[in-house]
C-alpha cells in the first residue's frame, strides 16, 4: 500500500471510530471491498435484520439464514440497507474528498488504486 492508500484508510477509520486491520486494508482493491471491509467492523443490530438487501443486486434478503445472495450469489455482511446506504455515502464522500474525482465515478467495482489514482 502506497501512502495515499494508507491514508485514504486512516481517513476512512477517523470517520467510521473503527479499526481497519493491516491484513484487511491489504485486500481491499475496489471502492465495494472497502464497503466491506468497513461494515465488518461496525457491530451489527439485529433489531434492524428485517431490512437487509444485497448490496450486489439490491435483492431483499429478509428471512434467510446464508450469508450468501441468493439471486446473484454475492456474499454479504448482514446488515440494514439504511447502515448500507450510510457507509455507502460517507465512503463516497471521503474519496471524492480524498482524490478530487467526480462522484458519479466513484461505483462500488471503481478500484481505489488504479481508477481513483491513489498509491
Not at 443490530?45 to 454475492?74: F, H, K, M, T
Amino acid at each position: 500500500m502506497g501512502l495515499g492508500s494508507v491514508e485514504l484508510i486512516m481517513t476512512v477509520e477517523e470517520a467510521f471510530g473503527i479499526r481497519i486491520s493491516d491484513e484487511i486494508a491489504s485486500e481491499v482493491v475496489t471502492v465495494e471491498d472497502l464497503v466491506k471491509a468497513v461494515l465488518h467492523q461496525i457491530e451489527y443490530d439485529p433489531v434492524d435484520a428485517e431490512d437487509r438487501i444485497c448490496w450486489q443486486c439490491r435483492y431483499s434478503l429478509r428471512g434467510l439464514d446464508s450469508n450468501r445472495c441468493p439471486e446473484c450469489g454475492v456474499e454479504f455482511i448482514p446488515h440494514d440497507q439504511a447502515t448500507v446506504t450510510r457507509v455507502w455515502k460517507l465512503l463516497v464522500d471521503i474519496l471524492v474528498s480524498e482524490t478530487g474525482v467526480e462522484r458519479t465515478r466513484i461505483k462500488p467495482n471503481t478500484r481505489i488504486l488504479k481508477d481513483l489514482g491513489l498509491d
